[in-house]
């Protein structure tokens, strides 16, 4: 087994009790002393979460080819990005299916920046190199010297605001700014993965301890993985590993809305039109129990009966009760009637939309 | 971490209180830390006969789910319905107000420790 990795943070969180598991190739929290439902409360509940997610990967992409480049790996239309914007986007092989699921941040006409996920950094960054051979540009894998961290919560710009050097109001949904947190170079972007108002930031691992503990001194309170699972499962975000893998297309992930299928050539482009002409393999959908009982990964879905598919994330949401994601037969997505087979018993279920719980996210 | 005096417990981390033929059932303190939040209990139907060492309940955390196995044989009498509406209280109160379930003991058990072994089992 390879050892796992840790981030610049890592002492931190054992000295609040943080306890260390193993997530993506790294050590990471998946709670703190207080437990998962305090965490989600604080953050659910006007407080400022926050999360080192510093196992995410960047890849910094420049020249004078970085708009084409991006364009051909990448499913969402870059060339409507305008500077300090976020997108968030996809990276499909040749069969149309995932590689993985990112942000582009575009700096300038020239400099793209991507956030990516930590288990699938080196395979990302392995085609996005074999993919740029025939493009004047320069892909950077910047993820060992970048820290992440994510303020999340109706209190996160108050949190945030003494440490910066820009008014925070001047950053809309899905924009970012080049400025300093705490004196330090960093990328401020207004994303998040919780259904929040809040920030995420990219700091130089030498500035890590300082910004982590000058934001807890503001009052943030520290949030591990269990409790980041239950905010991004309320809102239906995709999750790579679970409602997107190397076995779906955009059309079965209901991801055709960051995947321009008219913006020209891309990796994958052909293969999603060939899929859209003959219809999704399985629909992904949102369900709401009806019943007593946690809906989980992996649970056999039902619809009339039958098992029609599978859970890809499932929870109990402390406001919304038993909910999930869920793959079925494309004929059962709006039709039938729905279970969840639940260690042996069909538990009754019914299809919602998603968010489960209310966004607050600024727009 | 406490572990009473005046329980058997098992090395699934269940505790029994044996009052007579009555035994009343739960999960221990240590169990609960595990788990971590405790957000669904399952219980087993009043009137079910159990044998030693069968999962007759299923508690449920934020990330895991968790079979309860039953310490002594006999039939369930009584459950803690409130766990139903609070499950949280096995995280607050394991051998108080969290109990899951009284069983009229048929006098089978599976292998338990006073504790002074579940300790040392515990430390092991």
Redesign the interface.
């Known amino acids: 087994m390879t050892e796992l990795a840790r981030t610049p943070l890592f002492e931190e969180h054992v000295a609040l009790g943080g306890k260390m598991v193993p997530f993506a190739g790294y050590e990471m929290p998946?709670?703190y002393a207080n437990?998962?439902?305090q965490e989600y409360k604080a953050v659910r509940e006007g407080g400022a979460g926050l999360f080192d997610i510093s196992h995410m990967g960047q890849v910094r992409v420049a020249g004078p080819d970085a708009l084409d480049f991006l364009q051909h790996v990448t499913t969402n239309d870059v060339s409507r990005l305008v500077d300090d914007q976020v997108q968030y986007s996809a990276l499909l092989n040749e069969h149309g299916t995932f590689i993985d699921d990112i942000t582009t941040y575009k700096i300038a006409d020239e400099t793209y920046y991507l956030c990516i996920n930590a288990a699938n950094r080196h395979k990302d960054v392995a085609h996005l190199l074999s993919a740029s051979v025939t493009f004047d540009v320069h892909v950077s894998d910047e993820s060992d010297a970048t820290t992440l961290l994510a303020l999340q919560g109706e209190a996160a710009q108050k949190t945030l605001q003494p440490l910066v050097d820009i008014d925070l109001d001047g950053i809309g949904y899905y924009r970012f700014a080049q400025a300093h947190v705490a004196g330090s170079e960093a990328i401020i972007s207004r994303t998040g993965y919780t259904g929040e108002d809040g920030f995420e930031l990219y700091l130089p691992n030498t500035a890590a301890v300082e910004i982590w503990h000058k934001l807890l001194a503001g009052g943030a309170i520290p949030i591990g993985l269990?409790?980041r699972d239950?905010l991004r499962t309320e809102m239906g975000y995709a999750l790579y590993g679970h409602e997107i893998s190397a076995d779906v297309t955009p059309i079965e992930a209901n991801l055709m809305w960051i995947t321009k299928l008219d913006k020209g050539e891309f990796i994958g482009r052909a293969a999603v039109a060939a899929r859209k002409e003959q219809g999704a393999e399985r629909k992904l959908i949102a369900l709401k129990l009806t019943e007593?009982?946690?809906p989980?990964e992996h649970y056999p879905v039902l619809v009339n009966g039958e098992v029609s598919g599978e859970i890809t994330s499932g929870?109990?949401s402390?406001m919304a009760g038993g909910v999930a994601l869920a793959y079925v037969k494309p004929e059962h997505a709006a039709e039938g009637q729905l279970a969840v087979e639940i260690?042996g018993k069909a538990v009754a279920a019914e299809r919602t939309r998603t968010p489960f719980v209310r966004s607050n996210v600024r727009k | 971490m406490t572990i009473p005096a005046d329980l058997k417990y098992t090395k699934e981390h269940e505790w029994v209180r044996l009052e007579g033929d009555i035994a009343t059932l739960g999960i221990s303190d240590h169990a609960q830390e595990a788990l971590g939040d405790i957000v669904f209990v399952e219980l087993p139907e009043v009137g079910r006969e159990i044998a030693p060492g069968e999962a007759f309940a299923v508690v449920e955390s934020v990330k895991a789910v968790s079979d309860v196995y039953a310490p002594v044989g006999g039939e369930i009498i009584e459950v803690n319905s409130e766990l139903e509406a609070e499950p949280e209280k096995v995280n607050t109160d394991p051998y108080g107000a969290g109990w899951i379930a009284k069983v009229k003991t048929s006098g089978a058990s599976a292998e338990l420790l006073d504790e002074a072994a579940y300790t040392l089992y515990l430390e092991e």
């Open positions: 998946v709670q437990g998962a439902l269990a409790a239950m007593r009982g946690i989980r929870m109990h402390p260690r």
